[in-house]
């Protein structure tokens, strides 16, 4: 049971290239999230997911697109990199979206645009 | 929109106990968790606390008043290995993140000293 895994742990890119980060969970969550977290700003959602099939925009969802085609993957894309993203991203998982189940992080995947 | 407070750092010694406040405003309230992370590393659970009163886990507990705002994690005997962040998350049922979703504070980074 490996839990929350994230794809690459680091990577660095020019302004204007893209990528997609991949995140994995093996505990069947039917919720699933992508956060940044930048420093002195916190964690802060970007795009989330209800289920397969589904998203859905956080608080900062421009530049960034997401697709959950497998319940267990959740997928983010940077179209177009920009030095305003690099951060740190952390997928997360959950099994309820109410409750007091929490989220399950994965280890998180730096980013650095150049 | 919610605004979540909570002190930037704190530093406290071994043995001792230290309470962590963070205050919240929000429309409609669903619950607040308490995350910890190390440097470098992903935020794993500490509590959950939806109705008034004290959670107690071990050497950490946390409290919640609804009616207030307002929220504290204390952590008792502290050790070496508490030298973290310390997250507080709010869940509102319309939150500016989305349905449900979680709003972190910036967190509170604890420094224990010999």
């Known amino acids: 049971n490996a839990g929350v895994t994230q794809t690459p742990k680091f990577r660095v890119l020019k302004t204007g290239q893209s990528m997609t980060l991949l995140c994995a969970q093996d505990?069947?969550?039917?919720?699933m999230y992508w956060y940044r977290q930048d420093p002195g700003m916190g964690l802060r959602l970007i795009h989330y997911?209800?289920?397969?099939?589904?998203?859905a925009k956080g608080e900062v969802p421009d530049g960034y697109n997401v697709s959950r085609l497998k319940k267990q993957n959740f997928l983010l894309g940077l179209e177009s990199a920009a030095p305003s993203q690099t951060s740190v991203y952390f997928c997360?998982?959950?099994?309820?979206?109410?409750?007091?189940?929490?989220?399950?992080f994965g280890p998180g995947t730096r980013l650095l645009v150049l | 929109g919610q605004n979540i407070d909570q002190p930037t750092e704190m530093t406290a010694t071994e043995g001792a106990i230290v309470q962590i406040n963070c205050t919240y405003q929000?429309?409609?309230?669903?619950?607040l968790f308490w995350y910890q992370q190390h440097a470098g590393e992903a935020p794993t659970f500490l509590s959950y606390?939806?109705?008034?009163g004290l959670e107690e886990k071990g050497r950490f507990s946390s409290f919640l008043s609804r009616s207030k705002g307002y929220s504290y994690l204390l952590l008792k005997e502290l050790q070496m290995k508490d030298s973290a962040s310390y997250l507080c998350?709010?869940?509102?049922?319309?939150?500016?993140?989305?349905?449900?979703?979680?709003?972190f504070g910036k967190g509170t980074k604890l420094s224990v000293i010999p």
């Open positions: 997360a998982s959950s099994y309820e979206l109410a409750g007091e189940e929490t989220q399950y």
């Open positions: 505990m069947n969550h039917e919720y």
């Open positions: 997911s209800v289920g397969e099939g589904t998203t």
């Open positions: 929000t429309s409609g309230f669903n619950g």
């Open positions: 606390n939806v109705l008034d």
């Open positions: 998350a709010v869940r509102d049922t319309n939150s500016g993140a989305g349905s449900y979703q979680l709003t």
